[in-house]
């Protein structure tokens, strides 16, 4: 792992998030993909929503195997021509869409335009019937279990098991992945959003907004290359909204980046690009004065 | 009668009423909607066909019962008679043990919603309930008794035989009645004395039904028949002792019992009720889900002793088994008794048209096997968790079984040993047994992930059906080398399906 790697990495998006970056000195002796879980300290510069929430000092943990794919790639999402029927009605067709580390995208649609259907096949949940997805420049018609995941969807309504308590999914789920280290601050995390009290209940006895919340946590101490989420506003109360929008912003940070359907605007959230599904086609806008428009 | 009493009586027969509209909807007719004579004569048709069935059946299988047991020698015959006993007793265990633990009165939403604010009704159901249940296994056991003494021709009456089966059945089935009331009865106090005393009533019970083997295996050599027929008069008058002792007890628990209690420990049950139709369609979904909602009323049993890579894996699928037991239980059924049970003939040990009806039993209980690979299915049905386990279909497979599998090999093991040691064939019957938990394994695997040049899932129960076919054919084949070597064969080509598969 050499220097070049971390001064080429997503700075730009730090520099936006107001971020800068001091390299974990176990970085140094990184030398392979199995050395994937070290730590970036990201240190706070005075964004105003950050104190209000009394988060001084924010530590970022990303799997080194994604920082490979940014700093070689430099474009985390990869989709092309991408088309979808269902029972002979076409949803969208030739959607393409690049995303970059530290790109916040907005996805907007009316309700049955697509973008549930869009963010799972982005997820390689479902096949379009034509195009190519790419995520950090592996295909996913192609790619195998094996090799893990750079992608993480939360989907509307999160699944989970049933017979583990939301304690351990978190502790499951990092550990399978090696990244045992993230413990702490995953737990941290679930308890800046409210779920400290009912981590060891099984996540069955829990309302959908603290199911959609203990999947965020999942989400977000996982750090995937490619965050995916389904109107995560929706189920979850205006406090969290605005703590899941900087976690969101620390994430794309960290050099990942995240895509989110939504119906309403997000508190607090600096996107980079909006997303618009309209009458079967994806129409990107990535200029500040699109947007406005 | 009181009027709750009535109110309460009207509405079970409503409840039958409505269970015989299910089963006639099959036939594509109702109670209720049949006005018309046509109707009338298309029930009647109904009625007779299904009379004239369960005629010819128990002609049938009274024939096939007297045919077995007239082959019996009279001693043989008077253990099998000083054994009936035994039955009611293995059959009260499970029931008797679930008592020290739920309610064995179960309250639907309705009756909790209509009948729960009334004790009055409350102990009328509860009555209604445990007489249905033992006059139902009386007439079992009444039955049972008819086959054992149309086969075995005893030296004495036939009366006491067949009162003895039907009066042990019932008081089998009012034993966890009696246990079960008085545990929920707050006015009993202490409650370890009420339990104690409970798991006492079942030791005695349990250890009564063998005087009777007792007193026979002590008997002299050729008189065996002679005193099993002489004890069914005595069994017989202390079993409608200990009925009448239990319905005493009933009457008398009944009114201390705890409402609360009951319509607490009643959830399960009661939000399950309406989906009880789904038991006929799919048994295994039906039996999920209840386990599935016993476990979330637990709770977390034990905690996880988390590894790091498959470790972790490991911890979860360990866990699983653990907190969702009941699946160990089938696991165990299907591999201490199911498959063993067909190893003798199998192995030529035993009438090879034996196969056939094992066959049938396996494809029948294929729900308990499938249970092996549950975890697996509940990883691959979790997309969103599935995504983010960086292991491949086949290393998962193996993983989330690997439990599951270790109770099976020695639940084949011991079943084995107990089913062969007699003929001295054990080992080939183990490895056998082995091959087919092994295989139920992949089985369980191939009908999730998309297996390569078919591009589709194979049904579990087609290539568990295939995999103990192949078992199965070792007469045929001629030696159960060959027959083993094939099963590996397919096996490993499912293992190859699974790893190149697409989940």
Redesign the interface.
Known sequence: MDGHAIEGFGLPHLARAGLSVEPNPKLAQAETRADCAFTIQAVYHGKSNFKHHGIPDVVIETPLRHLFGRVVMDTILEAKNLSFSYARRTIWHDVSLSLSPGDIALLWGVNGAGKTTLLRCL???SRPNEGMVAVCGRDLARS??????D?????DT????????AR??I???L????L?DRGAHALELADRFHLAESL???P??FSRGMRYKL?IV?ALS?A?ALLLMDEPYGPIDHTSAVLLSHEIELLAASGSAVLLSCHQVPPELAATMQLELEDKVLDVKKSTAEMMS | MSWGAREVLWLRVRHLRTRTNRFLNVAGTDLDESTSLTDRMYLLYIAVIIVVWAFLSWNALMGFTARGLTLLSPDTAGLLLATLPLVPAVICLVPSIRALLTSPYKMTEQDIAYLGSDRECVRTAIFLDAARGALGYGVVGALVGILVVGGLNPTESAVPIIATCALAMMAGRLLPWVIGLSRVSPTIRPKALALSVSCLLLAMAIGSAFIPLAVVVTSPKGELMAAACRLEFPAAIALGCGIAAEWVAIVLIAPLTSIVSMIDESEVYAETMAIQSIALVSPRTYTQIIRRRKNERRGPLASLRIGMGRGALLSHTTLSAIRRFEGLGDVLVWSAIIVPAGMPFVLGFGPSLLILPWMLLIIRSSGKPHEMSRVFDDDEGNRMLRSNLPFGPLTLLAIDSLPALVVACVGSTVGCVLTLGAFGSVGTGIVLSFLIDVGTVVCGGLAVVIVPFIYRKIWFEASLLLLVGTVAATPTLGSATISAAIAAVLIAAGMAGIAFGRD
Request: net charge negative.
């Open positions: 997820a390689g949940w195998t279990r094996r090799e893990g995941s992608v993480f969807f939360v989907s999160p699944p989970f098991y049933e017979d583990l308590t351990e999914h502790l499951f789920l550990r399978a992945n090696g045992s060891d209940a099984y069955s006895s999947a999942l996982l995937p």
